[in-house]
């Protein structure tokens, strides 16, 4: 083990397109996804107490530090019968008092006054949050971002899965890896409610296996991105060592500027290597999941991989979590800095020799992971 690693330091190498795609600022002036990418990430300097992956993933659960988030409730009813039940979604708001004690603390449903009025023409940045698995809007997790980002003046909702944060189950349908049916009605009803709100998102997890699976029939509109398009993405640990509902291929099809993070020291899905019949020794089958080629096949998309933090760890010395630091600076620049739409010209015309034939009687969808032949 070296002295920067018992200090705490956390090497980070970013995978990318060798050609990047470009975006532009206020200026016209153009930097590559890449490039933006590595100047708003902080140096990774960890907690040296919590030096391994097991170390950094347990600190989560007993770690108490919970920013105040307040929620405010809408249940949605599915409007595909081929996906029956309901879920709910929690939208950050300003500080109340109403309380139910079926839901989170600081969560309460909105009132049908409430509702009536929650549209709004205003153009204040969304942000669509997904949790991991078993999660839901009360993670502390994702509560260091949507805190950071709800006081610089923007708004932020958490799409819970359902049964997940005290939510009731009312079909035989529950989510998995690839149930993205909610997250496209979600964005569909944000794109109605809020017109002028350009729209982004970020997933921990498996929520961020679901962001990129979203089907590619939601990718293409005003903005930038799969479903129904938000205009740029930030995923947590990406991996999923399940290929069958994994977004690795899925990534191929992104669309708009992603960025991800990713701990080389994950310790979920540890897995026993098995030779000559016997278990000699134990690896990390997360880390054999990481999609490294497709990130550098498509110039949407950026992975940052730390050497250290656990699963939605990332842990310093002052109890901070440094992802959190990292997603909000990659938002900020998003909406602060660039254009997203200056772009779109460039970004449509290199994406679209991707979606060419691979010959004249073959494709290859990656959304779908079907080689089609002509016959």
Not at 132 to 161: I, M, P, R
Not at 227 to 249: E, G, Y
Not at 342 to 361: M, N, T, V
């Amino acid at each position: 083990m070296d002295i920067w690693r018992l200090l705490g330091y956390a090497k980070t190498t970013f995978y990318s397109h060798t050609d990047p795609l470009s975006l532009c600022d206020e200026s016209s002036n153009k930097a590559t996804l890449l490039d933006i990418c590595k100047a708003i990430t902080p140096p990774c300097w960890l907690h040296p107490l919590l030096l391994n992956g097991h170390l950094q993933t347990i600190w989560t659960v007993v770690k108490g530090q919970d920013p105040l988030i307040y929620y405010k409730r809408k249940i949605f009813s599915a409007d595909d019968p081929a996906f029956a039940g309901t879920f709910a979604v929690d939208f950050v708001v300003q500080p109340h008092r109403d309380t139910d004690a079926t839901l989170p603390p600081r969560t309460a449903e909105f009132s049908e006054e409430e509702l009536e009025k929650i549209g709004s023409d205003d153009g204040k940045p969304m942000l669509l949050t997904l949790h991991g698995l078993t999660g839901g809007s009360q993670e502390a997790y994702l509560k260091h971002v949507l805190k950071s980002l709800f006081e610089d003046g923007w708004e932020a909702c958490v799409v819970n899965a359902r049964g997940c944060a005290q939510s009731k189950i009312t079909s035989d349908l529950l989510f998995n890896a690839r149930a993205t049916w909610d997250i496209r009605q979600v964005v569909k009803w944000l794109r109605q409610e809020f017109p002028k709100r350009p729209l982004f998102a970020i997933g921990y997890s498996l929520g961020a296996n679901i962001l990129v699976n979203s089907p590619r029939a939601d990718i293409e509109k005003p903005t930038y991105r799969y479903r129904q398009s938000p205009k740029c993405s930030l995923l947590m640990a990406v991996a999923n060592p399940d290929r069958d509902a994994s977004s690795c291929d899925s990534l191929l099809a992104v669309r708009i500027p992603l960025f991800a993070l990713h701990a080389q020291d994950d310790p979920v899905d540890l897995t026993t290597i098995v030779t000559s019949g016997q278990a000699d020794r134990t690896k990390i089958a997360l880390q054999e999941a990481v999609p490294f080629q497709e990130f550098q096949k498509n110039p949407c998309a950026v992975l940052c991989m730390t050497k250290l933090g656990g699963h939605l760890g990332w842990f310093e010395s002052g109890g901070d979590q440094w992802f959190a630091k990292t997603a909000t600076q990659f938002f900020r620049a998003m909406v602060i800095k660039f254009d997203l739409t200056s772009c779109q010209a460039e970004r449509q015309s290199r994406i679209r020799g991707k979606d060419k034939p691979l010959s004249g009687d073959a494709s290859f969808d990656p959304m779908r992971r079907k080689l089609q032949l002509q016959t």
